[in-house]
T-cell receptor, first 116, second 112 residues
């Protein structure tokens, strides 16, 4: 089955710890994205990558880091510098490069991060 | 002014009626428009995409786009209790590098 997987589903972090959220896709998509969603709010873009070994900051990149070493994988690290990390984290992918109009994004199931 | 605006709701519609969800956007050069459905605690699911002015129908769903008025809407015919969810409007700019901007969503409740 083609799709996007995220792990873990739930994650608990102590203050001062770094944690890494996994995102894998087997859709052969070039572009991948990380969003954060807080209760009752829309999605805010953290980082995105349109091609392997390249990524750009989104609107709220401070306190986060990413890597894109493989086309299928786009892990997100939430560092201790992120002051309010408790949120629902969503990974998405799309066909990406060269696709202007028909560039639909598809989402993984999400990771819910809670800081203790 | 927010880039993509939606009424947060809740919008309450009786079962079997038409639910109408609205969205306005600020970037006149936007090219692509999407509607996502998000059930509580779950991730967004793409239900409609529209790129040209006019209507696009898919089953019980109709997306309507009016670029001159910078307005996109989603109609759900014969509303079912399973349609109760938050509906997110998303808009993409004119270039291939443009990000998708999401609205905050409208919460829809279908009452039996």
């Amino acid at each position: 089955d083609g799709g996007i997987t995220q792990s873990p589903k739930y994650l608990f972090r102590k203050e001062g710890q770094n944690v890494t959220l996994s995102c894998e896709q087997n859709l052969n998509h070039d572009a991948m994205y990380w969003y954060r969603q807080d209760p009752g709010q829309g999605l805010r873009l953290i980082y995105y990558s349109q091609i392997v070994n390249d990524f750009q900051k989104g609107d709220i990149a401070e306190g986060y880091s990413v890597s894109r070493e493989k086309k299928e994988s786009f892990p997100l690290t939430v560092t201790s510098a992120q002051k309010n990390p408790t949120a629902f984290y969503l990974c998405a992918s799309s066909r990406g490069q060269g696709i202007i109009k028909v560039d639909e994004q598809f989402f993984g199931p999400g990771t819910r991060l809670t800081v203790l | 002014q927010k880039e993509v605006e939606q009424n947060s709701g809740p919008l309450s519609v009786p079962e079997g009626a038409i639910a109408s969800l609205n969205c306005t956007y600020s970037d006149r050069g936007s090219q692509s428009f999407f509607w996502y459905r998000q059930y509580s605690g779950k991730s967004p699911e793409l239900i409609m995409s529209i790129y040209s002015n006019g209507d696009k129908e898919d089953g019980r769903f109709t997306a309507q786009l009016n670029k001159a008025s910078q307005y996109v809407s989603l109609l759900i015919r014969d509303s079912q209790p399973s349609d109760s969810a938050t509906y997110l409007c998303a808009v993409k700019g004119r270039s291939s590098a443009s990000k998708i901007i999401f609205g905050s969503g409208t919460r829809l409740s279908i009452r039996p």
